[in-house]
């Protein structure tokens, strides 16, 4: 992983409860991180001491290398878990508004927020004020608001939270075509599935502590029991009785089993084919969602 973000040792208390411990992990350029955990766990606290909306206890932020400058926070482009955008100004306006502030052109304001507009499906409702569109609108205009002054470091708080899946599809790829430019992108999320499907790297963190960093595969490999998958035609009973073999989940055809570390999983699978004929054989992949509950546990 590159350090184009690297938070380390962050640590932060309100009163006398200590939220964040020790956290340590890299945003490297071009990289999609998600950041997950549970309600409570910190992410938000993580985010805002990045952006600079509050101050770490110890610890530092850096940039290529550098701490973070305030001129520098001022460019990142951040999606806050509350939302801040004006209700009563329409959505074309604020964001050429926003990308003005951010020192862009008029022209060039205009021409991200149109491009923003069309790619988030809101051309149609850019001229109603923000208040008027529904939640989910509104969420994309919040994205189109992070990403409107052409940022080189994205920070999203929950950036999927209220969108249907089509929407979700379009912000991806939206967040796509920044990373593929080098950007890089640290997103919080409770959707395990999209956060599967979408980031490169993944931080988890529970109880203001970071439990696993690495990429996607990295993680699966990391947690992958020898597990596999027999799905037949009749009934796989039979895997009860067989040595090596510790059934996780049997329904009828299809099993779930371990193997121990000396027994041949071909052998396994002959003894299948012996009794008829095999639909799916092989090692089951746990999901992120499977990850985050044995890491988190
Ligand atoms: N200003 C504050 N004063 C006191 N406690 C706070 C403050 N902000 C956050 N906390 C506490 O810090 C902990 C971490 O909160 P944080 O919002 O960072 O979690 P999170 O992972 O973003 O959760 P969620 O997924 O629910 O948004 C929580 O226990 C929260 O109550």
Redesign the pocket.
């Known amino acids: 992983m590159s350090d184009a973000l690297r938070i380390e040792g962050v640590n932060r208390r309100?009163?006398d409860?200590q939220?964040l411990s020790d956290i340590t992990f890299d945003v490297g350029s071009g990289r999609m991180t998600g950041f997950v955990?549970?309600?409570?766990?910190?992410?938000?606290?993580?985010m805002r001491i990045i952006l600079g909306v509050l101050a770490a206890d110890s610890g530092t932020v850096t940039w290529q290398g550098s701490p973070l400058s305030k001129e520098q926070r001022r460019q990142i482009g951040y999606m806050p878990?509350e939302r801040g955008l004006y209700p009563k100004m329409s959505v074309r306006e604020q964001l050429i508004y926003l990308g003005r502030l951010h020192a862009l052109t008029h022209e060039r304001a205009k021409r991200n927020a149109a491009d923003l507009l069309e790619r988030l499906g809101l051309s149609e409702r850019a001229e109603e004020p923000l208040q008027q569109l529904s939640l989910g609108n509104q969420q994309r205009a919040q994205i189109a608001a992070a990403l409107v002054h052409e940022p080189v470091l994205l920070v999203l708080d929950e950036p999927f939270s209220g969108l249907d899946p089509l929407a979700v599809d379009t912000v991806v790829s939206v967040l796509r075509e920044r990373t593929s430019a080098g950007v890089p992108v640290l997103f919080?999320s409770?959707q395990l599935d999209v956060v599967e499907r979408l980031c490169d790297d993944l931080v988890i963190?529970a109880a203001?502590q970071i439990r696993a960093t690495g990429t996607r595969d990295e993680l699966r490999s990391r947690y992958a029991e020898p597990r596999y998958e027999l799905r037949v035609d009749g009934d796989t009973g039979w895997l009860r009785d067989h040595p090596g073999v510790t059934v996780i989940d049997l329904d009828g055809d299809r099993a779930v089993f371990d193997l121990a570390g000396a027994a041949d999983d071909q052998v396994v699978l002959r003894e299948a084919l012996a009794r008829g004929p095999v639909r799916a054989f092989g090692p089951v992949v746990p999901s992120l969602a499977e990850i985050f509950r044995e890491v988190t546990r």
């Open positions: 309100f009163g409860r939220v955990g549970a309600n409570g766990a910190g992410k938000t606290t993580t878990e919080s409770h963190i203001g």
